[in-house]
């Protein structure tokens, strides 16, 4: 069973940075894509980041240049470096793999960002 456990959310300022984690317990491929979603307050899920085997990363228009998507295949671990944190960057954060067809995620962790 794939199980999916996120970690380094919590309150910053903003302008300042925090590193997400997700550890991917089960039997996944490198060429699995992984990645985060975030839902803020009254919102719907939206992607905000993914990374494939190839290297080809997405983001969001609102994060890219901000935010860093990078994983650890060894560790089965995906990570979500972010930096220059605003107010509206304010989500929950859940990450997620994709194995033949069928997506699992993590459940959630919440980034506060002050102003």
């Known amino acids: 069973q794939v199980q999916l456990v996120e970690s380094g959310g919590g309150l910053v300022q903003a302008g300042g940075t925090r590193r997400l984690s997700c550890v991917v317990s089960g039997s996944i491929l490198s060429t699995n894509p992984m990645g985060w979603f975030r839902q803020p307050p009254g919102n719907q899920r939206k992607l905000v980041a993914s990374?494939?085997?190839?290297?080809?990363?997405y983001y969001a228009d609102s994060v890219r240049d901000r935010f860093t998507i990078s994983r650890d295949n060894a560790k089965n671990t995906v990570y979500l470096q972010m930096n220059s944190l605003k107010p509206e960057d304010t989500a929950v954060y859940y990450c997620?793999?994709?194995?033949?067809?069928?997506?699992?995620w993590g459940q959630g962790t919440q980034v506060t960002v002050s102003s």
């Open positions: 997620f793999v994709d194995i033949l067809g069928s997506r699992y």
């Open positions: 990374i494939n085997s190839g290297g080809g990363n």
